[in-house]
């Protein structure tokens, strides 16, 4: 959890740095929440236990941001490659858990999977991505 925070305040700092020019975690969360939460929170909270479940919520969430992230980006025009816009950031993965759970310790709960298998690659590949546009 540790190394985890540690990247986070690292691409903060570092994306600062790189004029990142675009709100694509902020347009990821418009479109969860319009298109996976709020159907499912009109009808009731998920109890997501570890394992094949929080896989498939995590994978509705990508394909729906896929999805819609075409548009996006010609709506909202960026200096990252489609690959890179396409993917979810760490951020996202973690406030979704926690709104469909409606549990602020979802990440708590599922500290391994979350983190491990989705929020740290996910702030691994925004590091690589940041590098990228700042040497070029």
């Known amino acids: 959890m540790k190394l985890c925070s540690f990247l986070f305040l690292y691409l903060i700092a570092?994306?600062?740095?790189?004029?990142?020019?675009?709100q694509r975690g902020f347009l990821q969360r418009v479109v969860t929440?319009?298109?996976?939460?709020?159907?499912?929170?009109?009808?009731?909270?998920?109890?997501?236990t570890d394992g094949k479940p929080i896989d498939d919520f995590f994978s509705l969430l990508e394909k729906n941001w896929a999805d819609a992230s075409i548009d996006s980006l010609k709506k909202y025009p960026s200096s990252f490659t489609n690959e890179e816009y396409k993917r979810l950031d760490a951020y996202t993965y973690l406030w979704a858990l926690a709104s469909v759970k409606q549990d602020m310790n979802a990440a708590s709960t599922h500290t391994n999977q979350l983190v491990r298998l989705y929020m740290a690659p996910a702030l691994l590949r925004d590091l690589t991505m940041l590098?990228?546009?700042r040497n070029r």
């Open 131 to 133: 590098e990228r546009l």
């Open 14 to 22: 570092y994306g600062s740095g790189a004029q990142v020019q675009t």
């Open 33 to 48: 929440f319009n298109k996976v939460l709020h159907p499912q929170l009109s009808k009731t909270p998920l109890t997501l």
